[in-house]
């Protein structure tokens, strides 16, 4: 009499002593490198938080040494930071919004091997990775269309990203015709199939260029010196540029010397504060679009 397959109980495959050594070898890996990136984070966030007197004597570890919130007190409340900091929330909000859009809208069809020219087309869109008109040519553009000390002067040059419209791309190529072709024998034009077929299953990497935007925009302050001259339009990280290059020129000595010491890490403490709790959130998607975003291209 034959034998039943039972499969009520899971079945479990044996582990060969050798990929047991390569978990082991890529767990440790794994986590010396994390040590090694998340170290010098918390280090600046120790050396925030520090006296100056333990900063000078090189007493600071992992840990504040002589607690202190002074440069904290003086960034946040000596000068226009928060103000600064909206308009970085602005600038970030609007651009990545419109940044996704621009560039989900020139991927989509340049996935599509029947569109006309596109032979042609995507040749010209991945020259532009190399070869660029330079940054005088770009500000005599800006300049003679007006678009200095406005929003669009920030966000325009950083709109696009061929890149990343190379990652929406491939993946694009990878959503199923038969969805797309069964949305247009419902009524759905190649618009619609866009919008209510290709967007809803592009989350992934949606999330990804998201991320990606976000983080260019947040940390742009070279755009803002070539075309924000009204400082009441400067983005944090600008102004946190501006904070650390004049931090000389207060004029209590004492003061000077305990912003000096500890500036540079607060600065950097506060600017890479939201983008790390932000980045938790979208984990899963970064990692699932960044797969699936390379497969092709």
């Known amino acids: 009499m034959a034998k ?4 009520s109980k899971p079945v479990k495959i044996k582990e060969s002593r050798g990929y047991r050594v390569f978990q082991v070898c890529n767990t440790i890996l794994m986590v010396l490198i994390s040590a090694a990136m998340l170290y010098p ?3 600046l966030v120790a050396q925030s938080f520090s006296s100056t007197e333990a900063i000078i004597a090189g007493e600071v570890g992992l840990l504040p040494v002589g607690f202190s919130v002074s440069t904290y007190e003086y960034v946040l409340t000596g000068g226009k930071f928060i103000p600064y900091y909206g308009n970085t929330i602005l600038y970030a909000i ?25 032979k042609v087309i995507s040749p010209l869109i991945i020259f532009t990775m190399y070869f660029g008109g330079g940054m005088i040519p770009n500000y005599i553009l800006m300049t003679s269309l007006k678009l200095t000390n406005t929003i669009a002067g920030f966000i325009l040059p950083g709109l696009i990203s061929t890149y990343y419209v190379i990652l929406m791309r491939s993946f694009f190529e990878t959503v199923p015709r038969e969805l797309e072709e069964a949305g247009e024998i419902d009524g759905l034009d190649q618009v619609g199939a866009f919008i209510h077929v290709a967007l809803p299953l592009s989350t992934p990497i949606m999330a990804t260029m998201a991320l990606f935007y976000l983080v260019q925009y947040w940390n742009d302050w070279f755009d803002a010196f070539l075309y924000l001259t009204d400082d009441s339009m400067w983005p944090v990280a600008y102004y946190l540029r501006n904070l650390i290059s004049t931090s000389t020129t207060v004029e209590d000595a004492a003061e000077s010397m305990s912003i000096n010491a500890n500036i540079k890490s607060c600065a950097m403490v506060l600017t890479a504060a939201p983008i790390i709790c932000v980045y938790p959130f979208i984990q899963r998607y970064f990692v699932q679009g960044m797969m699936l975003g390379g497969v092709k291209g």
């Open 94 to 118: 609007v651009g990545t919004v419109c940044a996704l859009f621009f560039s989900a809208i020139l991927a989509y069809p340049l996935s599509k091997k029947e569109l006309r020219g596109n």
């Open 4 to 7: 039943t397959l039972d499969t």
């Open 41 to 43: 984070f918390l280090y």
